[in-house]
């Protein structure tokens, strides 16, 4: 007899709330390389979407701690899609003949302007995402085994380490490689990386909050024991 699978309370609200943060931080933040002028550290140059899309991370050890690799990555594969439907959607809205007023004529440039690049972020973000994202739950899902379920805070900021690390340079060396000076780039990079992960290890304290309420909601608490880590599987 099969198993119905079992259905959580709050899974999919999780999985709208990852998806709407991945979709935002991509498009409407990515492109845009911000500065401001910090005591000590002078001026400092990084994406705009700095302070949103480690929120993604943090719903994805979120999702690993209390629901496991292969209930993440079903999540993961769902941004993937909303990525692909926005790339898809950006091309179709950019290409279509715009009204001839002179309004529409100015608007196009910037519809291009805003949009036109969005191929190359989304070709970015899916292939950084990929190996960032899955490298980030797979250490966490070692690391909780590894640490029979004690020190959340090591799992966190352990994979975390890992997962920023592969996601940044992997993500702004495919969207701006040749379109921002190489110098801007990876001063961009080193930011993003430092800036992220201390980001991550700030939030800790609502990260750990958010796991132990739903590990208490929910009734679970997943080891990742026998799980087949193959990121193209689907099933659970």
């Known amino acids: 007899m ?3 699978p079992r259905v959580f309370k709050y899974y999919d609200l999780i999985m709208a709330a990852f998806v709407c943060v991945l979709l935002c931080s991509n498009l409407i933040g990515a492109a845009k390389a911000a500065q401001l002028t910090l005591p000590v550290l002078g001026t ?14 943090i719903f994805g050890d979120i999702l690993t701690e209390v629901y496991g690799y292969g209930r993440d990555r079903r ?9 692909v439907f926005s790339a898809f959607m950006a091309f179709v809205v950019v290409h279509l003949p715009p009204a001839q007023n002179d309004f529409m004529a100015a608007y196009q440039g910037h519809v291009e302007a805003v949009f036109g690049n969005t ?4 070709a970015g973000s899916m292939i950084a ?3 960032g994202s899955f490298a980030n739950s797979f250490v966490l899902a070692k690391m909780k085994i590894a ?7 090591a799992r966190v900021v352990g994979s975390t380490v890992v997962g920023q690390a592969v996601d940044t340079s992997f993500f702004f060396l495919i969207a701006f490689s040749g379109i921002w000076p190489n110098e801007q780039l990876f001063a961009v990079i080193v930011t993003q990386y430092l800036f992220k992960t201390i980001w991550e ?3 800790y304290p609502a990260t750990a909050w958010v796991v132990h309420f739903l590990k208490r909601a929910e009734g679970v608490d997943h080891y990742d ?9 689907i099933r659970v």
């Open 2 to 4: 099969n198993q119905e």
């Open 44 to 57: 400092v140059t990084f994406g705009a979407d700095l302070f949103f899309f480690p929120i993604s991370y």
């Open 75 to 83: 999540v993961v594969w769902a941004g993937f899609g909303a990525l």
């Open 119 to 122: 191929w190359r972020i989304v």
């Open 129 to 131: 995402f990929a190996c």
């Open 147 to 153: 640490t029979q379920g004690r020190f959340l805070w």
């Open 201 to 203: 290890a700030v939030m």
């Open 225 to 233: 024991r026998g799980t087949n880590f193959n990121p193209f599987k």
